[in-house]
Every structure is written in C-alpha cells, then in structure tokens.
C-alpha cells in the first residue's frame, strides 16, 4: 500500500510545502515481514513537520537509521539535505528504492 504524507510549513517566516510517497504494508505483510519497519510511527510524522516548518537542511548530511518507510528520511531528502536511509530489513529496503 502506498500512502502519501504532506507537510506545510506552520512557521510563518517559511513558506514552504512537501509531499512524500512512502510504501506501508498490510497487517499479514508486517507480521511476516518486520512489523516495525512498515509502519509510520506519530514520531516521524511530528519531526517531518518541524523539519518542514523550521529546519534548512541544504547540503546537510543525514542519515536514518531504522529508517522503516522513511518518512523522516525523504522529508529531509526533499528539503534538500544529502539522505542515507537504513533498516535491517530487506525488503523494506527494497521498498525505500521504490520510494518518492
């Protein structure tokens, strides 16, 4: 399953807006795969927004580790910061590549 997030900045000094793509599975994909990796925790949906509300990244360096879907990780990547994603997970890695 493939959702999208957007994020508008909510600092009035940045006008700014992203939107990601990132791929979620079922419930029976999680169980079998890694339950934790397909999932968008209510963390990284906060920090995606205070990234996009209050952070320049340009030409930072960021890694995510446990990256899961990535959500943190693609925000950042879009507000122009240089991303390595990672996560134990194959297939959630195969997944990342997949990801926008």
């Given at each position: 399953?493939?959702?999208?997030?957007?994020?508008?900045?909510?600092?009035?000094?940045?006008?700014?807006?992203?939107?990601?793509?990132?791929k979620?599975?079922?419930?029976?994909?999680a169980?079998?795969?890694?339950?934790?990796?397909?999932?968008?925790?209510p963390?990284?949906?906060?920090?995606?927004?205070?990234?996009?509300?209050?952070?320049?990244?340009?030409?930072?360096?960021?890694?995510?580790?446990?990256?899961?879907?990535?959500?943190?990780?693609?925000?950042?990547?879009?507000?122009?910061?240089?991303?390595?994603?990672?996560?134990?997970?194959?297939?959630?890695?195969?997944a990342?590549?997949?990801?926008?």
């Amino acid at each position: 399953t493939w959702n999208t997030f957007s994020f508008s900045s909510q600092n009035e000094d940045v006008e700014r807006q992203v939107s990601v793509k990132v791929k979620l599975s079922t419930a029976n994909e999680a169980t079998r795969l890694s339950s934790h990796g397909w999932r968008v925790w209510p963390g990284a949906q906060i920090l995606s927004q205070w990234l996009v509300s209050y952070e320049n990244l340009k030409e930072m360096n960021v890694v995510e580790v446990g990256a899961g879907p990535g959500l943190v990780g693609l925000v950042a990547a879009s507000l122009g910061a240089h991303v390595t994603l990672t996560d134990r997970c194959s297939a959630v890695l195969t997944a990342l590549q997949q990801s926008t």
